[in-house]
T-cell receptor, first 116, second 116 residues
Framework: EAGVAQSPRYKIIEKRQSVAFWCNPI?????LYWYQQILGQGPKLLIQ????????DSQLPKDRFSAERLKGVDSTLKIQPAKLEDSAVYLC??????????????FGPGTRLTVL | AQTVTQSQPEMSVQEAETVTLSCTYD???????LFWYKQPPSRQMILVIR??????QNATENRFSVNFQKAAKSFSLKISDSQLGDAAMYFC?????????????FGKGTKLTVNP
């Protein structure tokens, strides 16, 4: 079974530019999460989708960050415009509502963003 | 809001020895889950072990075991017979069991070094 896929793996941009990250969850997983992991810290949830609806986006800086999961499968996270403090690893995770691994979150390899 | 504290930024252990990583958490909920994740340099978060708060028995997974003290809100990870491949960042995480957002709340992590 394929894991959570993310692209790109690395991205370097200048401040005030825009950037987008893509995530494809494990097939059949209804729930998708985006986490931000700043260097030296644990991941922090930005947004959680269940199918194509938002469950929790309370920590998403909505003035510059947006995310969508239009067909309830893959998702994109966008930052526009980027700030220096957005430099971080962006992790995508997915989980299933049924089965042996009920509600266990499986993580992708992450995208490392550097804002100069 | 729930918080997770890992008081050991770094730990080291000799190969084949045993090491214990500490974690404390704060919550007013009675239904929740606790996790230990491993993050190697590849950045992919890997679930090591999980504990349901309603279970009194400590979880074990091969060389990994936990000491769950619910009243003290403590959740430590013991790694026995340490191997070079155990070297990584280890994150303790909390998840509410009360429905709604299923976000993981992470500690800041402990960097484990395994010496040959």
């Amino acid at each position: 079974e394929a894991g959570v896929a993310q692209s790109p793996r690395y991205k370097i941009i200048e401040k005030r530019q825009s950037v987008a990250f893509w995530c494809n969850p494990i097939s059949g997983h209804a729930t998708l999460y985006w986490y931000q992991q700043i260097l030296g810290q644990g991941p922090k949830l930005l947004i959680q989708f269940q199918n194509n609806g938002v469950v929790d986006d309370s920590q998403l800086p909505k003035d510059r960050f947006s995310a969508e999961r239009l067909k309830g499968v893959d998702s994109t996270l966008k930052i526009q415009p980027a700030k220096l403090e957005d430099s971080a690893v962006y992790l995508c995770a997915s989980s299933s509502l049924a089965g042996r691994f009920y509600n266990e979150q499986f993580f992708g390899p992450g995208t490392r963003l550097t804002v100069l | 809001a729930q918080t997770v504290t890992q008081s050991q930024p770094e730990m080291s252990v000799q190969e084949a020895e045993t090491v214990t990583l500490s974690c404390t958490y704060d919550t007013s909920e009675s239904d929740y889950y606790l996790f230990w994740y491993k993050q190697p340099p590849s950045r992919q978060m890997i679930l090591v072990i999980r504990q349901e708060a309603y279970k009194q028995q400590n979880a074990t997974e091969n060389r990994f075991s936990v000491n769950f003290q619910k009243a003290a809100k403590s959740f430590s990870l013991k790694i026995s017979d340490s191997q070079l491949g155990d070297a990584a960042m280890y994150f303790c995480a909390y998840r509410s069991g009360q429905g709604g957002s299923e976000k993981l709340v992470f500690g800041k992590g402990t960097k484990l070094t395994v010496n040959p």
